[in-house]
């Protein structure tokens, strides 16, 4: 290579380096600069308002996109917005951050001192209100529980012992998915050994010892279906404390 050519050699690659080092400045300057936020969009969220999930968030417009801690943004959605059980962050560059939330629905309320206590069906506490008006015709049913020590929006309920706990969300499981689960307007899982149940508003069924209830709700559906066909207008008790057997007895007519 003769001196001429070495130093048009020389020449271009200052000349690329050059180019590559300014490129990178201006990617530097365009990430630094124009990656900052504008705009924060809310998904999922049915009962949560996105004006309070947007004010946990604490999303300061002009930030830098990658400056937020997802972490710490789910953790404070969480603790202010109880119906909330999941939250997912992403980032829609060059501006929008996205937040896309799980709501649990709530199945369950039940008296709590003087408030009523909504309750997901892992029992955790979405809201305490005054009174339990309108809340079974929203389909929210009533359930008796063992004794509860604490009740913290947005946490599970806290029970005498876990076993309690544990006992409870068991039951529950078996009722909501037993075949007449649609039906069951109120639970009664208060003491273990005194199980108690309501279809439909008009049939109290009295299970007895919680065990062996997935048999026993089984066996409780062709009564149920049986007094349906056969005694459509009358109101009763079901008798389904063994896994063999079931009696009915008419307390009454049916609204």
Known sequence: ?????????????????????ALMLALIIIFVFSVRIKSVTVEGNAVSSEENIIAAANLRRGAHMYSIDKNALSKSILEKNPYVSSVTVRRRLPSTIIITVTEDKPSFFMAFGSDFLILSDRLRVLDVVQSPQGLSSSG??????PTVTEAVPGKTLVF????????????????????????????????RFAVKAVYKSKYTIVFGSY??????????????????????????????TGTAETSFLVTGTAD
Request: glycine residues 6%; contains cysteine; hydrophobic residues 45%.
């Open 211 to 240: 065990t062996d209830l997935e048999k026993k709700l089984k066996f409780c559906k062709k009564t149920i279906g049986y007094v349906e066909k056969n005694m459509p207008g009358v109101a009763g008790t079901i008798y389904a």
């Open 1 to 21: 290579m003769s001196k001429k050519e070495l130093e048009s050699f020389r020449l271009k690659a200052f000349i690329i380096k050059i180019c590559f080092f």
């Open 140 to 145: 929210i049913i009533p359930i008796s529980l």
């Open 160 to 191: 005498e012992s876990a076993r309690d706990y544990r006992l409870s969300a068991e039951l529950i499981g078996q009722f909501a998915s037993c075949d007449f689960a649609d039906g069951i307007t109120m639970i009664d899982i208060s003491n």
